[in-house]
């Protein structure tokens, strides 16, 4: 694979990337453009990305793609800096059974490019990127190719909160915004000081367990979070103990059998279940006799973790949603859940500019897992 560079002849000059790919080559549209708001040539900048490496990117970029494993993570994230969204030109594909929030609030959304999970270099390089933003694993995979191409690839982590900080100034910086992306982490920052001084009054912390269901096929599948994880830091900043920690230290979900949740017999028991009704399972639990005799739910301490497009325990922007039901579910008397539906109202309104008369359509037309 080569990479060179062919600027036109008319000025303002237009680059023009031509990347030899299997021999064949392509030749792709201009990266910077002429006649108004012209760049001169090579203008660019550096930042530095969660890998901690110097990255050179365009002094404007204008053709940003975001793609493969968790996407939604990254794309969420872009859109709540104004303007993003007209200079995303490729996207990965974004359903976890309830729609696509992003398409829900952009017009245009559908004109954008769409790729796989297990998407390719050579249909990323195919829409002409001058900026390719990945999550930090995959480096290792089309990352590598995309780099070797000679195309700038900013990696971002956005697991934990103090990564959401850092990678939301990183954003800022990418799209020339960084006193939004300031705001942003403060946002963050501020929110989840808030809800930890209020549930540090607590006496003390409700032993709880963080279940992901898969009832789909005929076998009951329960699972736990490592402790690395974000359903496991929320649990822990809400005020809660929880209680498999010790039992899960490693780098992905385990499974646990009803035995070893009768063991650790918790006062509060919070379900997700992604693709799936997370309210119908946890009703089914309700009323099945084997669960019964567990203390949360005999205690009605049996709860569906809330979503809307997406479940509010994963490393989405909604977290901070999360975070506020999980310590008003563990501490109600500290954090009142009457405030959770303005806390909707105020975060859609700051993260994405949305209306009102937009969330009540858009996000609460979507919502489970919160009392109306």
Request: net charge negative.
């Amino acid at each position: 694979m080569n990479v060179v560079y062919t600027p036109s002849a008319q000025r303002p000059v237009s680059l023009r990337r031509v990347v030899v790919l299997s021999g064949g080559l392509l030749l792709l549209g201009p990266v910077i453009c002429g006649a108004t708001g012209a760049i001169e040539i090579g203008a660019t900048r550096t930042v530095t990305d969660a890998l901690g490496r110097e990255v050179e990117i365009p002094e404007h970029p204008q053709r940003i793609v975001t793609a493969g494993r968790a996407v939604l993570m990254i794309a969420n994230a872009l859109y709540l800096f104004p303007g993003a969204a007209e200079r995303i030109v490729g996207i990965g594909r974004i359903d976890q059974g309830q729609g696509n929030f992003l398409a829900a609030i952009d017009p245009e959304y559908g004109r954008k490019a769409s790729f796989e999970r297990n998407v390719g270099a050579e249909q990323i390089v195919g829409v002409n990127p001058d900026l390719v933003m990945l999550k930090s694993e995959l480096r290792r995979g089309v990352g590598s190719d995309l780099e070797r191409l000679g195309i700038p690839v900013v990696y971002v982590d956005l697991e934990t909160p103090e990564q959401y900080q850092r990678d939301l100034r990183l954003l800022g910086a990418v799209l020339g915004q960084p006193e939004r992306g300031e705001s942003l982490a403060r946002y963050y920052e501020r929110e989840t000081e808030r809800i930890v001084e209020a549930v540090s009054r607590a006496d003390e912390r409700p032993r709880t367990l963080f279940l992901y269901a898969d009832l789909a096929g005929a076998e009951r599948v329960f699972n736990v979070p490592p402790t690395g994880w974000i359903q496991t830091t929320m649990v822990e900043l809400a005020g809660g103990d929880p209680v498999w920690a010790d039992a899960a230290p490693g780098g992905g979900w385990s499974r646990v059998g009803l035995e070893q949740i009768a063991s650790w017999d918790p006062d509060v028991i919070v379900l997700v279940a992604y693709r799936q009704d997370v309210e119908a399972i946890r009703d089914s639990l309700a009323v099945n006799p084997t669960w019964a005799s567990l203390t949360a739910v005999r205690n009605g301490e049996l709860h569906a973790f809330p979503l809307d497009y997406y479940s509010w325990d994963q490393p989405d922007v909604r977290w901070i949603l999360g975070l506020k039901w999980l310590a008003s579910t563990l501490h109600p008397r500290l954090v009142s859940d009457n405030d959770i539906r303005s806390a909707i109202y105020e975060f859609f309104i700051f993260a994405y500019d949305m209306s009102r008369q937009e969330i009540d359509a858009v996000v609460f037309a979507n919502l489970r897992g919160v009392a109306p």
